[in-house]
């Protein structure tokens, strides 16, 4: 198999072939991790690149996403199976009182394609269930979304409930969605903000040491 055809699925978005394309590779013997380090994370970088750039919208960013989500089926099984390493682990979710989730499932897309795991809590998540996934998971990053400017305050509150439990200190905080800003993150204590999902790839392994 020509492994170059599996990084152009991704980027042109085309999720069966890329699953496709994985199945093979597998049946001729390629190693899980060899095709999500070689192949498919530089295929989200490049797709982060392209959005970063303008060569890309939301609608090809979230087409790679779901490429990239195909294809890591296949291969999650057998890297559990050897123990093999994440980038890191990471709790996300949208803030109580906001629904809205297309930003957060991208962008825990684009973490899973960049290596890292992702404990995804959906949306409308209250503060007490984001202490409980980080103090259950051991997770050491939490990426917190916003959509609506009156839904912010959560942020803050979130802060507060990971102060209380005692756990602040161990946990990186990196925030986003429409109506937040580098001065929000900044007011409310945050470790990072990320404008958009390309970047949260690019904070995330920051904070993760990598």
């Known amino acids: 198999m020509e492994f170059a055809k599996l990084r152009d699925a991704i980027l042109e978005g085309d999720d069966k072939l890329a699953l496709g394309l994985v199945r093979e590779a597998l049946g001729e013997g390629a190693d899980a991790a060899e095709l999500i380090s070689r192949w498919m994370i530089p295929a989200m970088d490049e797709a982060g690149r392209r959005f970063q750039a303008q060569e890309y919208f939301i609608p090809e960013l979230m087409l790679a996403a779901r490429a990239i989500k195909a294809a890591l089926e296949p291969l999650r099984p057998l890297l559990a199976a050897r123990g093999a390493p994440a980038a890191g682990r990471v709790v996300i979710g949208t803030v109580q009182g906001d629904l809205h989730d297309i930003g957060k499932n991208l962008v825990a897309s684009m973490l899973e394609g960049a290596g890292f795991e992702v404990i995804d809590l959906g949306t409308d998540v209250p503060s007490g269930r984001f202490v409980e996934a980080l103090e259950k998971s051991g997770a050491r990053i939490l990426a917190l979304s916003a959509l609506l400017s009156v839904t912010m305050p959560e942020m803050k509150k979130i802060m507060d409930a990971l102060v209380s439990a005692g756990i602040r200190e161990r946990i990186r905080v990196m925030v986003g969605g429409a109506p937040v800003t ?24 920051r904070l993760a040491g990598r």
Do not use: E, L, M, S
């Open 182 to 205: 580098q001065a929000y993150a900044d007011q409310i204590g945050a470790d990072a903000y990320g404008d958009n999902a390309g970047a949260a790839v690019t904070v995330a392994r």
